[in-house]
Nanobody
Framework: QVQLVESGGGLVHACGSLRLSCSASGLTFIRFCMGWFRHAPGKQREAVAA????????YYADSVKGRFTISRDNAKNTVFLQMNSLKPEDTAVYYCAADFALVDRAVVGAQQYDYWGQGTQVTVSS
């Protein structure tokens, strides 16, 4: 079955960096758009970034543009989220998700994603 396993979360000071990884198994990775979402207490789940399977088209939420970078290694079935200049408001549980996309594009809507990881906590202290 499909499994998505996130890693790389933790506690970091403001202005610091973290790199999240999501390892996928049980799917043809290049056929899937991969996304990162986050959910903070008291807030709605938010799409952070997404990357298409073949061409690497990307999407970023306005709140992370210029600070976060999404990338993928199709040979290793892994997607990454490099997070720089972290702010306390970036604190959340970060989830990796996979969407089987008929069109090679970066998918934003959470309801379109087929598979989800268990999440990894990112805490940014001020």
């Amino acid at each position: 079955q499909v499994q998505l396993v996130e890693s790389g979360g933790g506690l970091v000071h403001a202005c610091g960096s973290l790199r999240l990884s999501c390892s996928a198994s049980g799917l043809t990775f290049i056929r899937f758009c991969m996304g990162w979402f986050r959910h903070a207490p008291g807030k709605q789940r938010e799409a952070v970034a997404a990357i298409s399977g073949k061409s690497g088209y990307t999407y970023y939420a306005d709140s992370v543009k210029g600070r976060f970078t999404i990338s993928r290694d199709n040979a290793k079935n892994t997607v990454f989220l490099q997070m720089n200049s972290l702010k306390p408001e970036d604190t959340a549980v970060y989830y990796c998700a996979a969407d089987f996309a008929l069109v090679d594009r970066a998918v934003v809507g959470a309801q379109q994603y087929d598979y989800w990881g268990q999440g990894t906590q990112v805490t940014v202290s001020s």
